[in-house]
């Protein structure tokens, strides 16, 4: 089967893609430096635009809130010497032909107390629960919520200064966004809980307040999943008509594209239908939707029994992806795991060159290649 649909490009308002393929981001804890993204975090995203990503979205990059990071080591997005590190990231995206968007993210009640470097700060969370049924956590109040909407416009404002090309606001995996979307860590009894509808307020309200920062026309993605890393088998939605009462606002606040998070894109989201997650979004709102989940490899991200790090996996036959892709299923399609392994993933399977593709070892996390 061809594999010309990936390499067609893709244009939404002013921005032009050269490929559908997209860099999913990926925590990788390598600015150890006041979390300033250093020399090596440019090297790493300049080789995945110089092997042919179409759209780099960089790793979780913390906003400007006390408790945004629950990891050393990862970089932050405030503070002139950070910002500074992205403006070099973004520069040499370019220079290589790339594109690139930060995914801004708050970690929520994933946080854990005396995390450096904010040290004693605690774990934000809608109702003070970093899963269902332990409060553990710091329960938002009314200001909180209001700082980190701010925060998170901040952030906007900041990418779309520096030069970044659209922003990723990360809503999924049970980070903060995510806390607030899940009956099972929002047990609020106010406007932002007690509903569907309102536990989606926190997020609408981050959503149009860094539309009103960067303008109409910057585009704003939004990733979010049915799945928690709390639980694996948690879900937001049960049908299409509880997606579109559920996603459809979200798309109204000012969502231009959708990464919709699975944890193996080949499979259905509801009965009754071959349609994925993206491929219900994308039909329901009318929007460009991004696919993700093991795209290129054989087993899915988890982590084995006992083990903290993805699970390792050997390149896989990309003829489900094509075939979804030729159906217009989708329109973008995010690499993980194949891109750590091979910075010149793309360049290579558009070269047809998947024999000399390698796996994906443990031993990719301890460098960045």
Not at 17 to 37: D, E, G, H, Q, Y
Not at 104 to 118: F, I, N, Q, S
Not at 227 to 253: C, G
């Amino acid at each position: 089967m061809s594999n010309n649909s990936l390499f067609q490009s893709f244009t939404l308002g002013n921005l032009t893609l050269k490929n559908r393929i997209v860099m999913a981001p990926m925590t990788r804890n390598f600015s150890p430096n006041n979390n300033i993204p250093g020399d090596n975090v440019v090297d790493y995203y300049r080789r995945r635009a110089e092997g042919g990503v179409g759209l780099i979205i960089t790793e979780g990059t913390c906003i400007d809130h006390i408790g945004a990071s629950g990891y050393p080591g990862v970089p932050y997005f405030h503070g002139e010497e950070r910002l500074a590190g992205w403006k070099k990231v973004v520069d040499a995206v370019h220079a290589a032909g790339g594109k690139i968007a930060p995914q801004l993210w708050h970690v929520g009640a994933m946080r854990k107390e005396g995390t450096p470097p904010e040290g004693d700060a605690p774990g934000f969370s809608p109702s003070g629960m970093n899963m269902p049924g332990k409060r553990n956590r710091h329960t938002m109040t009314q200001q909180d919520i209001d700082d980190v909407v701010q925060a998170f416009a901040r952030g906007a404002a900041d990418a779309q200064r520096l030069g970044f090309d659209a922003i990723e606001l990360h809503a999924a995996h049970g980070y903060l966004i995510d806390q607030f979307f899940w009956k099972g860590t929002n047990q609020r009894e106010d406007d932002y809980g007690d509903s569907p509808p309102n536990r989606s307020r926190f997020a609408i309200e981050i959503i149009k307040a860094a539309r009103a920062a960067v303008g109409p026309d910057y585009p704003i993605i939004l990733r979010w999943s049915q799945w928690k890393q709390q639980d694996y088998t948690a879900r937001l939605v049960d049908s299409p008509e509880q997606l579109e009462a559920f996603i459809q606002p979200l798309s109204d606040a000012g969502v231009d594209i959708f990464h919709c998070s699975q944890r193996r894109f080949w499979e259905p989201e509801f009965d009754g239908s071959d349609l994925n997650l993206a491929g219900w979004v994308r039909k329901i709102t009318g929007k460009p939707a991004i696919t993700v989940g093991s795209v290129g490899l054989n087993a899915d991200f988890i982590p084995e029994p006992g083990q903290r790090t993805f699970r390792e996996a050997e390149p896989a036959s990309l003829e489900e992806l094509l075939g979804r892709m030729d159906a217009n299923e989708f329109d973008l399609v995010a690499v993980g795991r194949a891109l750590i392994a091979n910075p010149s993933w793309v360049d290579m399977v558009q070269a047809e060159r998947h024999d000399e593709l390698k796996p994906f070892r443990k031993e990719h996390l301890g460098e960045l290649l």
